[in-house]
């Protein structure tokens, strides 16, 4: 029993080193994010990948809806849909000028093709993501004004 208990300290403090290793590459970032999408272990808690800012609105949302209300956020923003099966992920190479980058994230979710513009930061523990804008026609929108209008 003992070993048993150990064993499974052992692997969560692994795993949670392993999850707060820093991202040295906007691309190392990204990849890391969308790979729980394509092999479905979404262990990771995804707060790792969000920029302070990020996280500050994605918990005063949470701060501010209501127990059993959903928050500003209806759909998953980093899939641009409520479900998914995504294939043919793509990351392009990041623009990069200081600690800014913006990458733009192709995928296809059930054979539909979306196309994702991330605004990432660097951060004293890597590149962050910051915002997500999508400029799919369908369905156009950018993260934090998403937060910001449901805030009003």
Do not use: C
């Amino acid at each position: 029993m003992r070993l048993a208990v150990l064993a499974a300290s052992l692997f969560l403090a692994l795993s949670s080193v392993a999850a707060a290793q820093p991202f040295e590459t906007p691309e190392a970032l990204l990849e890391a994010f969308y790979k729980p999408y394509l092999d479905g272990d979404f262990s990771v808690d995804d707060a790792v990948f969000r920029s302070a800012g990020l996280q500050a609105l994605y918990d005063a949302d949470a701060e501010n809806t209501p127990e059993g209300e959903m928050g500003a956020l209806g759909f998953d923003p980093y899939i641009d849909a409520q479900d998914f099966e995504l294939s043919a992920l793509h990351i392009d190479t990041p623009a990069i000028s200081g600690g800014y980058a913006t990458v733009v994230v192709t995928f296809s979710n059930f054979g539909a093709r979306r196309s994702l513009s991330y605004e990432l930061v660097q951060e004293a523990d890597g590149w962050k993501i910051d915002d997500v804008v999508s400029s799919n026609a369908d369905n156009p929108y950018r993260l934090s004004d998403i937060f910001a209008g449901a805030a009003q």
